[in-house]
């Protein structure tokens, strides 16, 4: 008797699991390293009283700022409520900034410095697979940060003035904030050879998304000759794109800015026309609700910013994992190739 070969039957969503599956795999062999040993908690316990430092020194601050004032204090406590929240989302912004590009950084260069990653390659684990596992492996070390820090950052609800649906969407701007610029460490680790290169390169991304941006907005803003922190006036959007760009300088300059989108988020705990929503309102310049020139300057244009942002930085970083599987695979990379001229044979008329 002879076996009659059937054809291999198809998993429903069979390669979703496989790439699911090498994604646990290389995460939990990257999670392995870096929590071994005692660094990882002695550097969570420095991250935590630095966190609780910076949130005493800032409530200190904050109560002596509305004591000295001879003017109402009926809402003191949501003042100081309010600083303290500003403060602490700007330092975990910064924290996430530094550490995300950095735990990143030598995701890739370090396999090719090691000679592991042709091996790597080799195994049943997609491309994808090992991308996305090393890139929410070194961010699970930055979330764990996060969440610990969550405790720290309640102590705003004892003052008041800040809501529990404040603090989610400040956690969420940072969790997009270190999934977007760990895509960038992500990206920069696969396109050079070296660790310490890749380190370099993602530090002078971050300076420049987030200080060169300001600059450059500033700088657009004063030759521009705008009018500051006011919406435009009406009719000037209709004279269309290039009209608004030479008053003012674009708003999606600054979506990549992880900072002016915590601002749009402490804007929402404003109850007035506060110095962040001045802020957030100077960047939009957008009329509000159709209302006119003189009362919009008095509006406050609040959650109007931040999902732009997260919109934004989830665009370019997932533009920059598929660029990074690229640069990953050994085969099947997408390479620009020229049409050739036909060869004529030997002995025809020309």
Not at 95 to 100: D, N, S, W
Not at 192 to 213: D, E, F, M, P
Not at 215 to 242: C, Y
Request: hydrophobic residues 50%.
């Amino acid at each position: 008797m002879t076996a009659v070969a059937h054809p291999p039957t198809r998993r429903p969503f069979g390669a979703a699991r496989d790439v699911v599956n090498g994604i646990v795999a290389v995460g939990v062999k990257e999670l392995r390293g870096r929590m071994r040993g005692r660094r990882a908690f002695v550097v969570l316990t420095i991250h935590l009283l630095l966190v609780a430092g910076f949130a005493w020194m800032v409530e200190s601050f904050a109560e002596r700022t509305v004591t000295s004032n001879f003017g109402s204090t009926f809402s003191a406590s949501a003042d100081i409520g309010r600083a303290l929240f500003t403060g602490l989302v700007l330092l975990l912004t910064l924290i996430v900034l530094v550490l995300a590009p950095a735990s990143t950084a030598g995701a890739i260069s370090l396999e090719r410095e090691k000679q592991t990653l042709d091996l790597l390659t080799t195994t049943p684990i997609s491309s994808l697979a090992i991308v996305l596992g090393k890139l929410f492996s070194a961010l699970t070390w930055v979330f764990l940060l996060l969440a610990a820090s969550i405790p720290v950052t309640a102590l705003v609800f004892t003052f008041g003035g800040v809501g529990p649906e404040d603090v989610i969407r400040g956690y969420v701007v940072l969790l997009g904030t270190a999934i977007g610029f760990g895509s960038i460490g992500l990206f920069v680790s696969a396109l050079v050879k070296r660790t310490q290169a890749a380190t370099v390169i993602n530090l002078v991304a971050v300076i420049g998304l987030t200080v060169g941006t300001t600059i450059v907005f500033i700088f657009w803003t004063a030759m521009t000759g705008s009018q500051g922190f006011l919406p435009d006036e009406p009719g000037v959007r209709d004279q269309g794109f290039l009209a608004t760009l030479t008053r003012r300088p674009p708003e999606a300059l600054m979506y990549l800015n992880p900072f002016v989108a915590q601002l749009d988020v402490v804007c929402g705990t404003e109850t007035g026309f506060g110095t962040t929503c001045q802020v957030i309102n100077g960047v939009t310049a957008r009329d509000l609700a159709g209302v006119g020139f003189e009362e919009a300057q008095f509006g406050v244009a609040r959650d109007s910013f931040w999902p732009r942002s997260l919109l934004a930085l989830g665009v370019v970083s997932l533009l920059l994992i598929i660029l990074s599987v690229q640069l990953v695979s050994p085969t099947r990379r997408w390479r620009l190739r020229l049409p050739r001229p036909r060869r004529r044979p030997a002995g025809s008329e020309t």
